[in-house]
């Protein structure tokens, strides 16, 4: 009884938190106070988190999930990557503590981080084909085959579920085992590992990819984005030739404009080197998460676009500008 | 043994460096005091503002007994050649950056006897103003970082290095390789933990923070100023590279708020729709060699008191407009991202013509493009002095790109002399009067 009450008083407090979230988006908006994108994105960040945790403390169809965050990257790409993932805002909040904390952070080789991001698509294509795989070998081999399976890949078996994998256990915090006070620390696709397995196993995989990714963001910056098969599945329109017109949300660079100065390079999270490699157009790299950090500290005016359809939303400026103003 | 024996420089009697030294500096000080008396004369609404900026610019006044002060009271000076060098961690070990390139026609004659005339006259008049001691900021300042762009920069550093203190900073001439920017932070650091050794002062990370600041507030007065030219013309171009090439010696927080001040009285001026000369002037934007106060200054000058008048609206020098154009961008404050932003900042903005790539240097194709577009440039005059090997090569290159764009450009060579400035004046003229008739088609 006592915990019902306090169920329904955290939904009803996520509900305020999404109002004044939301609120707060307007107000920042209209102040101008957009051009600091990245405060703004955090806000948008924690306001998206809110929305999924609160969806989803409703029983609700998965497979309408996913039909809308396809739908949206046709038209938006990886926007979801970098303003709406809470496992995202995970990590840049870890990124925020390293940053208060004055310590450098690592960058992967360049060779290493284009591999990672070819990786994305195999590891996809492998969850993917799972199922008609396990389908075709119906009955397994042997059922120690099973286990290690079950074990190494997680849920087969529900394999749409990989692509909400790392938002279900952040935003559904009650669902996976490890539980401390009322919050679970499972990773994303660890948590069907779980379901499958039992004993110390529920207890060791999630705490090791939990230090896993709390070390491994707080040096690389959004290490997980890197070979994240959900950001592959959201990106893979850009992957075709036939669909690069399809996201209409992009980047654009004016040639003309770009001194080649390198800052874009250097402030990527991912480490996209294609905003600084590209001689001006189109910017349809799959691996840009569309996070706007580039655009927000190019100092040439103009010379950074995002755009949607053929309008500019937002520009790179001369931002030392701003900079006095707060 | 280095300091007894010199390994370039003549031996000249200190009666002959005493005479030198004071014609010299008698011409040059009659030649700033012209300077300045025909930019009050050429432009209409000359802002208010300005009168600090003739102050500053004279060289043997003001400004040098400031830095003579500092000095006294424990301050270090380190001068600088080319723009590559690191300000910012200068001005974190509490030293006094100045440029100490030189502009004196008269001395590039002395130079003669140390290097042949063959070689560019800003090095020939930078070792001519050393052997008589002309220069303040060169005599002052206690280093020299010489950072290795082109051959005459190279040598240059080679021969100062007679007198003092000369740290070389080794450039990799092609900017977009993997190595490069490795190379080039090591350089960095290299010449931080000379700074250091020099001042006595560390360079942590909060002062390094602050300096950048400091610089970052300059690049936008800076900025400021040069956005401001993007319209009809509310200041003169030479006026508007006096104010630039202060910086090179002034107190760098000093300058910024003088700038500002004079941005805000420009402003004012737009507003009044006051203009500094005639709307129909045609917009000329020179590049080429960087053109050095107080002697070189004849092309501006040709080109503002010409008949038909002209004005300059850009420039694409490193000693104007490259100066200060691009900021330091830093994304996390550490120090790893500060010597990140400061290398890059330096090395990847730059499109100084001692670089290459496997586009060459499109980077300065570029950047003359977007200047022409928005600052609405009528014509180029691409300014060569003799012996000024790289800017001289990539000349046809941005002959043919102009071309396709239908923007003439014309190249102008000349020397470090006032001999020439009749046959300078007819060429520049008839340029403009050019200029005229397409604008009235």
């Known amino acids: 009884m006592v915990i019902e009450i306090l169920g329904e008083a955290l939904k009803l407090m ?48 998965l497979l309408i999930m996913l039909i809308v965050i396809l739908a949206m990257s046709i038209v938006f790409g990886r926007f979801f990557c970098g303003w709406l993932c809470p496992f995202g805002l995970y990590m840049d909040l870890i990124t925020v503590a390293r940053k208060a904390l004055k310590i450098r952070h690592r960058d992967l080789p360049d060779r290493l981080n284009k591999f990672l991001h070819n990786l994305r698509y195999v590891l996809l294509l492998v969850f993917l084909l799972l199922p008609a795989v396990l389908l075709l070998m119906d009955p397994l ?34 669902a996976g085992p490890l539980v401390i006070g009322d919050v679970n620390f499972s990773y994303p696709y660890v948590q069907d590992i779980i ?22 963001s707080f040096a690389i910056r959004r290490v997980w984005c890197r070979f994240c098969p959900t950001g592959a599945s959201l990106a893979v329109v850009n992957r075709f030739k036939g669909f690069k017109w399809a996201p209409a949300l992009h980047l654009e660079k004016d040639e003309e404009k770009c001194t080649k100065c390198g800052i874009c390079k250097r402030v990527c999270s991912v480490q996209v080197t294609d905003v600084y490699e590209q001689k001006g157009g189109k910017i349809d790299t799959s691996m840009c998460m569309l996070c706007l950090r580039c655009v927000e500290m190019c100092p040439y005016e103009g010379c950074l676009k995002l755009k949607i359809g053929g309008k500019t939303i937002f520009k790179s400026r001369n931002w030392l500008k701003p900079s006095d103003s707060d | 043994m ?71 009271s424990g301050k270090k000076v380190i001068g600088y050649m080319c723009l590559f060098a690191p300000t910012e961690m200068i001005l974190a070990a509490d030293a006094i950056p100045v440029r100490v390139n030189s502009g004196w026609y008269d001395t590039s004659k002395l130079g003669d006897r140390v290097v042949p005339v063959e070689v560019c006259p800003v090095i020939r008049s930078t070792i001519g103003a050393k052997m008589i001691g002309l220069s303040p900021y060169l005599e002052l300042s ?53 700074i250091e050794a020099l001042t006595g002062n560390k360079i942590t990370r909060k002062k390094l923070k602050s300096a950048i600041e400091k610089t970052q507030k300059a690049t936008k007065a800076f900025r400021r100023l040069q956005e401001l030219r993007k319209g009809n013309p509310v200041i003169m171009g030479r006026d ?24 805000d009285e420009l402003e004012e001026k737009v507003r009044r729709k006051e203009w500094s000369c005639s709307l129909d002037a045609p917009r000329v934007m020179v590049t080429g060699t960087p053109m050095i106060w107080p002697d070189n200054w004849k092309l501006p000058t040709l080109v503002e008191e010409g008949t038909p008048q002209g004005v300059l609206v850009a420039d694409e020098l490193c000693s104007s407009e490259r100066l200060l154009y691009d900021p330091v961008g830093v994304d996390e404050w550490t120090m790893d991202d500060m010597l990140n932003a400061i290398g890059e900042r330096y090395l990847m903005a730059s499109t100084c013509p001692c670089f290459t790539s496997k586009d060459g240097n499109a980077d300065r194709i570029n950047w003359m493009l977007n200047k022409i577009k928005e600052w609405n440039v009528q014509g180029v005059i691409y300014y060569v002095v003799r012996g000024c090997m790289s800017y ?20 102008l060579d000349t020397e470090y002399t ?15 009067e050019m200029l005229t008739a397409r604008i009235d088609i």
Request: proline letters at 5%.
């Open chain 2, 142 to 194: 206690d280093a020299l970082i010489s950072v290795l762009t082109c051959d005459g920069m190279t040598k240059l550093g080679e021969i100062l290095s007679d007198y003092k203190p000369v740290w070389a900073m080794p450039i990799p001439r092609v900017k977009d390789l993997p190595q490069s920017l490795r190379f080039w932070r090591e350089g960095l650091l290299t010449v931080k933990g000379q």
């Open chain 2, 418 to 432: 006032r001999e020439d400035v009749g046959q300078m004046k007819t060429r520049v003229e008839a340029f403009l």
């Open chain 2, 392 to 411: 001289a090569m990539e000349y046809t290159r941005i002959k043919k790109v102009l071309d396709g764009i239908n923007i003439p450009v014309y190249y």
């Open chain 1, 141 to 174: 081999p042997s059922v120690q085959l099973g286990i290690v399976l079950a074990e190494v890949l997680g849920g087969p078996f529900k394999p749409m579920n990989i692509l909400l994998g790392p938002i279900i256990p952040l935003i559904v915090p009650w």
């Open chain 2, 2 to 72: 280095i300091s007894q024996q010199k390994k370039y420089m003549i031996e000249i009697s200190q009666k002959e460096i005493e005479e030198l030294r004071n014609s010299v500096k008698a011409t040059s000080r009659k030649v700033m005091a012209e300077n300045i008396a025909r930019m009050k004369k050429t432009s209409k609404n000359r802002p208010k503002a300005m009168e600090y900026f003739d102050e500053v610019a004279d060289l043997f006044g003001k400004r040098e007994k400031e830095i003579q002060a500092a000095k006294e």
């Open chain 1, 14 to 61: 996520v509900l305020a938190g999404l109002t004044i979230a939301g609120i707060l988006v307007i107000l920042i908006w209209k102040k101008g106070l957009a051009t600091r994108v990245t405060y703004l994105r955090f806000v948008i960040q924690a306001a998206a988190l809110a929305t999924f945790f609160y969806i989803f403390t409703y029983p609700i169809w």
């Open chain 1, 195 to 216: 379901g499958y397995t039992n004993g110390i196993y529920a207890t060791i995989f999630p705490l090791i990819f939990v230090v896993l990714t709390v070390v491994g």
């Open chain 2, 240 to 263: 508007a590279m006096l104010v630039n090439q202060t910086y090179m010696w002034d107190d760098i927080t000093r300058w910024t708020e003088k700038t500002e001040a004079l941005c």
